[in-house]
């Protein structure tokens, strides 16, 4: 790649706003599906899932939160197209691929008493929505 250091820098620089937009708005999320362990060691629980699929919270609180935060963020103006279609691909990433995890993780323990009210899909459609003002 033939950038100019300045384009190199200015794009590292947008990545880390982009990563910490995203680590202060969205990463909490994701707290409402996944909880930590204290057994956990090394990463792994003692039957050998990875680290954070022992114990869950409430898809209720999950999807509570959910709409607080598309609704807070909904509306947000994001002039430039390119940086805008990056912080979607990079919300749905996080978002939607641990809600994804979470929810085989869920049919596969058995945890059908609630049916989500969003499938991932759905997600995934209302966050390319994001930042169009």
Same mark, same amino acid.
């Given at each position: 790649?033939?950038?100019? /250091?300045?384009?190199?820098? *200015? ?5 880390? #706003? ?9 990463? %909490? ?23 954070g699929?022992?114990?869950?919270? /409430?898809?209720?609180?999950? *999807? ?5 935060? #598309? ?9 430039? %197209? ?14 939607v ?37």
């Amino acid at each position: 790649m033939d950038l100019p /250091s300045s384009a190199l820098i *200015e794009t590292s620089m947008t990545q880390r #706003y982009i990563d910490t937009y995203l680590h202060v708005s969205w990463s %909490p999320l994701l707290s409402c599906l996944f909880i930590e362990n204290p057994s956990i060691s090394l990463g792994k629980t003692r039957d050998g899932k990875p680290f954070g699929f022992r114990r869950y919270l /409430s898809l209720d609180r999950f *999807e509570s939160e959910f709409q607080r935060t #598309y609704t807070n963020h909904k509306f947000w103006k994001v002039p430039n %197209p390119d940086l805008r279609q990056r912080l979607r691909q990079a919300i749905v990433q996080k978002v939607v691929t641990h809600y994804s995890m979470y929810l085989e993780e869920r049919a596969a323990r058995g945890m059908h008493n609630q049916p989500p009210k969003s499938t991932p899909e759905q997600l995934k459609e209302l966050l390319d929505e994001l930042f169009e003002g």
